[in-house]
C-alpha cells in the first residue's frame, strides 16, 4: 500500500515535470515564430498542458481500461472549469474576450456534442477518432489563420538556442511516458484495493492529478497578467482533451466503455460546466469573470465530486 502511493505520488510528479518542460519548450518554439499569446494559450500551452491525459489515457486503453481513458477526459474537462478556473478567479478577475465565446467556446461545445454522439453506443473506434483528429488538425488552422495577428507585438522574442528547445522536448517526454505508466498502474491497483470502478478513479483521483498542470500554469499566467494565455489555456485544453487525446487513443485502440455513468450523467455535467461560462458571460455586461463565478464553479465542483464518489 504505502510503496503504491509513493508510485502514485512519483509519477504524478514526473506528469508536471513533464509537462512543465514542455510547456517551456513549446512557449519557445512558438514565439520564435512570432505566434500571438491568443494562438500560444490556445495551441502549444493547451497542447502542453493535455499531454499527461494523453499518455495516461492511452496507456490506460492499451491495459484495457477504456473507462479510465475516457473518464480522464470528461472528468479533466470539469476539473479545468470547476477547479482550474474556479480556483484562478479567487485570485483575480478574468475577462473573457469576445473571441474566445465567438470561437473557441463555439467550437468546444460542437465537438462536446459530436463526443457525446461517438461514445452513445458504448465506444469510440478508429474510424470516429480520426474524424476527432482531423477536426483537432482543422482546428489548428482556423485558429492560427484567423487570430495570428492578435497581441503578436506585446511578445518578446526568446533567445532559447534549438538544442536548448529540443533537449527540453526530449527530456520532457521520457519523464511524460514514465510518470503516465506509474500513475496508471497505481490507480488501477486503487480502484481494485478500495473496490471502487475505475470511472470514479478516472474522474476523480486520475482527472484532477492530470488537471494540475493546466493549474500552475494558470496561476503562473494570472501572475505574470498573462491572462489572454491563462482563459485560452482552459477551453483550448478541453478542446485538445476531446481532440487529441480521445481522437489519438482511439486512433490506436478502440475505447470500448462499460460504464454506464459515463454516458447517463458524466458526459451531460461536462456540457453543463462549458455552458456555465457561457451563462457567466451573457450575464455581465463586462464579460468580467470575478471572485463569486469562481465560487460559484467551485462549489458545482466540489458537489458533483461528493455525488460521485
Not at 497542447?47 to 480522464?72: C, G, H, R
Not at 471502487?196 to 503562473?220: D, H, K, Q
Request: glycine share 6%.
Amino acid at each position: 500500500m504505502i510503496t503504491q502511493v509513493f508510485l502514485l505520488l512519483s509519477g504524478l510528479l514526473l506528469l508536471i515535470l513533464g509537462s512543465n518542460y514542455l510547456l517551456k519548450s513549446a512557449v519557445d518554439l512558438s514565439i520564435k515564430l512570432n505566434l500571438s499569446k491568443v494562438v500560444i494559450g490556445l495551441t502549444v500551452v493547451s497542447f502542453a498542458t493535455s499531454a499527461p491525459e494523453l499518455l495516461i489515457s492511452l496507456s490506460s486503453a492499451l491495459k484495457d481500461s477504456a473507462d479510465i481513458a475516457i473518464s480522464n477526459v470528461i472528468g479533466s474537462n470539469i476539473a479545468n472549469l470547476g477547479l482550474v478556473l474556479g480556483t484562478a478567479l479567487c485570485f483575480t478577475k478574468i475577462k473573457i474576450p469576445k473571441s474566445n465565446i465567438k470561437y473557441d467556446w463555439t467550437f468546444l461545445m460542437l465537438i462536446s456534442f459530436v463526443f457525446f454522439y461517438f461514445i452513445n453506443d458504448f465506444s469510440v473506434n478508429r474510424t470516429e477518432g480520426i474524424i476527432l483528429f482531423l477536426a483537432l488538425i482543422l482546428f489548428l488552422y482556423l485558429i492560427v489563420k484567423i487570430r495570428k495577428d492578435e497581441d503578436v507585438e506585446e511578445i518578446q522574442i526568446n533567445t532559447a538556442s534549438n538544442i536548448k528547445i529540443l533537449g527540453l522536448i526530449i527530456i520532457s517526454s521520457i519523464l511524460l511516458y514514465f510518470g503516465s505508466e506509474l500513475f496508471v498502474n497505481s490507480s488501477i491497483y486503487f480502484a481494485e484495493y478500495f473496490g471502487v470502478s475505475e470511472r470514479v478513479i478516472g474522474l476523480t483521483l486520475v482527472a484532477v492529478g492530470t488537471s494540475l498542470p493546466e493549474l500552475v500554469t494558470t496561476l503562473v499566467a494570472i501572475y505574470k497578467s498573462e491572462l489572454d494565455i491563462s482563459i485560452g489555456n482552459i477551453i483550448g485544453s478541453n478542446i485538445f482533451n476531446i481532440l487529441a487525446v480521445i481522437g489519438l487513443t482511439s486512433i490506436v485502440t478502440d475505447l470500448n466503455i462499460t460504464s454506464e455513468r459515463i454516458l447517463s450523467f458524466d458526459i451531460y455535467v461536462m456540457i453543463f460546466f462549458s455552458l456555465i461560462l457561457l451563462l457567466f458571460y451573457l450575464s455581465n455586461k463586462n464579460r468580467l469573470l470575478n471572485f463569486y463565478h469562481g465560487i460559484i464553479y467551485l462549489l458545482f465542483f466540489i458537489t458533483y465530486y461528493i455525488y460521485i464518489t
